[in-house]
């Protein structure tokens, strides 16, 4: 992208939830978070696909395909080595799902400072990570594989002593709208809950007219794709605490 002087952008939807956005703002102000925790509970994707109508295509030519498996085989070779079959899953369900709880926490507080440690179980389709961040707060963040339940449930929550911030996301599809809840101390110390009001349009809609704004405009991507670099050594990190059985610092 930079020798050719394109524009390329990272699909990082959650970026531009409405929702997402009211959250940051909140976040940025806050200087005594103390603990962060991340649940996501995934029903099967079939739930959520068959209320669209949608067109798949079997036309990519085999050698094609072939290529493209055995170059994916190796990548991840490159990445973890030869890990046992649940933390191979368990690589994948974090750079295919968890990712999008991973890069808000990259937009709210920066890379963490090392992973903690790493729970895997249900033959790689849960996950639970405890990641260190350098300002002093630690972040739980929770993946689970639950595909027979239709309710969709992922939130990310930030606790400070005098502020707590809470987003609730609807489907990781479009039907359901996003909400911030921010719980907080008045002027005259009493505890006040409100839950603002945030825009309806779709933030798939919302990130591809910003896409069009950078390509047509010369404006900077909110997620370029250098950015994901951060997030797959995170992920690397997360699978290797697991396998290795210990904390992994930062890597330099």
């Not at 300002?135 to 595909?147: S, Y």
Request: glycine share 6%; proline share 5%.
């Amino acid at each position: 992208a930079q020798d050719s002087g394109k524009v390329a952008m990272v699909g990082y939807t959650k970026l531009y939830e409405p929702a997402f956005e009211v959250a940051k703002k909140e976040v940025a102000v806050m200087d005594d978070v103390r603990f962060v925790q991340v649940n996501h509970l995934h029903p099967n994707n079939s739930l959520h696909i068959d209320q669209f109508r949608t067109r798949k295509f079997d036309d990519a030519p085999p050698e094609l395909v072939r290529k493209t498996q055995e170059a994916r085989k190796a990548a991840v070779r490159d990445a973890i080595g030869d890990v046992p079959p649940d933390a191979e899953r368990a690589f994948f369900t974090a750079s295919g799902s968890m990712i999008h709880d991973l890069y808000g926490l990259r937009s709210l507080f920066g890379v963490p400072s090392a992973v903690a440690n790493t729970e895997v179980w249900s033959e790689g389709l849960a996950i639970s990570t405890t990641l260190e961040y350098a300002a002093g707060h630690r972040c739980v963040a929770t993946w689970v594989d639950l595909p027979e339940l239709w309710d969709f449930y992922e939130t990310l929550e930030v606790y400070g002593d005098s502020k707590r911030v809470v987003v609730s996301y609807g489907t990781g599809f479009s039907r359901v709208h996003s909400a911030v809840t921010i719980q907080e101390l008045d002027a005259e110390g009493q505890t006040v809950r409100k839950q603002p009001a945030v825009g309806w349009e779709s933030p798939f809609r919302r990130e591809l007219r910003h896409f069009h704004d950078c390509v047509a405009n010369g404006r900077t991507p909110r997620s370029p794709v250098w950015s994901a670099k951060d997030d797959i050594a995170l992920i690397i990190d997360i699978t290797r605490a697991y396998v290795d059985g210990g904390p992994i610092t930062k890597r330099v």
